[in-house]
């Protein structure tokens, strides 16, 4: 069962990182060196060549107000046509069986979202090594910046990493916090989109996920109560704590429970939904 499980997500996922589409991929990896990896060099170089740590980039990346938004529309743009209903899928689906192709999508979009976050890490990461140290706390170029340039408090540079960030939590912390939340927030999309297309509604399964990307965006910039309904802000680990004093803002452990209890719920309305699902067949790969 696992065995046939493996194969055809292995299939989609081979399919996905050949199609032409994964050009997107490269752009946003692009716009991340510019935008996050290129203004931690000038950090540094204005620091004095002060080396940073090994994982801020990436904690940029994952935190920075300028990418939040970019990522989940790049991965929602790479996944688009999947999960991809082919000439050949009933064939599959009478092999297998429909929970095993089922279970193969899951696994599928979970290994395309590691591969998408992977990705960034390494862009983010590998240039800067070099320039780096592997330690569990914060670099002096992060920690200090403001204080030696203090008319660029409001800049890009300064806000790549949120003070909230460096004030109350510890390196590591926040790549485990951020990538497994990211990771989650890619999952509520994929399987929001699994779920539509069992129903015949591909298109619905963009415009849900389309739409979850923009309310989270937008009460994120308004703040409130109403943006923690939303996977975007639960990723943002600087909006869990207060400016200056050294407590919680809103609980981070409903933002740690938030994506499990939500992909079980999806997971759980996927199986029921294929039971009485119809294919819809010859679509072209």
């Given at each position: 069962m696992i065995k046939q499980?493996?194969?055809?997500?292995?299939?989609?996922?081979?399919g996905w990182i050949t199609n032409p589409r994964m050009f997107l991929l490269i752009?946003?990896?692009?716009?991340v060196y510019v935008f996050v990896v290129e203004k931690f060099i000038q950090k540094s170089d204005m620091m004095n060549g002060q080396l940073i740590n090994f994982f801020e980039p990436f904690i940029a990346v994952l935190n920075?107000?300028?990418t939040v938004l970019i990522m989940p529309i790049c991965y929602l743009m790479l996944m688009s046509d999947f999960p991809r209903v082919r000439p050949n899928t009933l064939f599959v689906i009478y092999r297998i069986g429909r929970?095993?192709?089922l279970a193969s999508q899951i696994l599928f979009f979970l290994a395309s979202a590691i591969t998408f976050i992977i990705a960034m890490?390494?862009?983010?990461?590998?240039?800067?090594?070099?320039?780096?140290?592997?330690?569990?706390?914060?670099?002096?170029v992060t920690l200090n910046f403001c204080n030696e340039f203090p008319e660029l408090t409001l800049s890009e540079m300064a806000m790549l990493i949120p003070d909230r960030i460096y004030n109350h939590v510890y390196p590591f912390e926040t790549v485990a916090f951020s990538?497994?939340?990211?990771?989650?927030?890619?999952?509520i999309m994929g399987l929001a989109m699994i779920i539509c297309k069992l129903k015949n509604f591909s298109f619905l399964g963009i415009f849900l996920s389309a739409l979850?990307?923009?309310?989270?965006?937008?009460?994120?910039?308004?703040?409130?109560?109403?943006?923690?309904?939303?996977?975007?802000?639960?990723?943002?680990?600087?909006?869990?704590?207060?400016?200056?004093?050294?407590?919680?803002?809103?609980?981070?452990?409903?933002?740690?429970?938030?994506?499990?209890v939500i992909i079980v719920l999806l997971i759980i309305v996927t199986f029921i939904s294929i039971k009485k699902s119809s294919f819809i067949y010859g679509e072209q790969e």
């Open positions: 499980i493996w194969y055809s997500a292995k299939t989609e996922y081979v752009g946003s990896l692009f716009f920075s107000p300028f929970y095993k192709w890490f390494l862009v983010a990461t590998l240039p800067m090594i070099a320039r780096s140290y592997f330690a569990n706390g914060w670099s002096m990538t497994l939340t990211y990771v989650g927030y890619f999952m979850l990307i923009g309310s989270g965006f937008a009460t994120y910039l308004t703040g409130g109560l109403l943006k923690w309904l939303f996977p975007m802000s639960n990723t943002m680990m600087h909006l869990h704590y207060a400016k200056f004093l050294r407590e919680e803002k809103f609980p981070l452990l409903f933002s740690q429970l938030y994506f499990p």
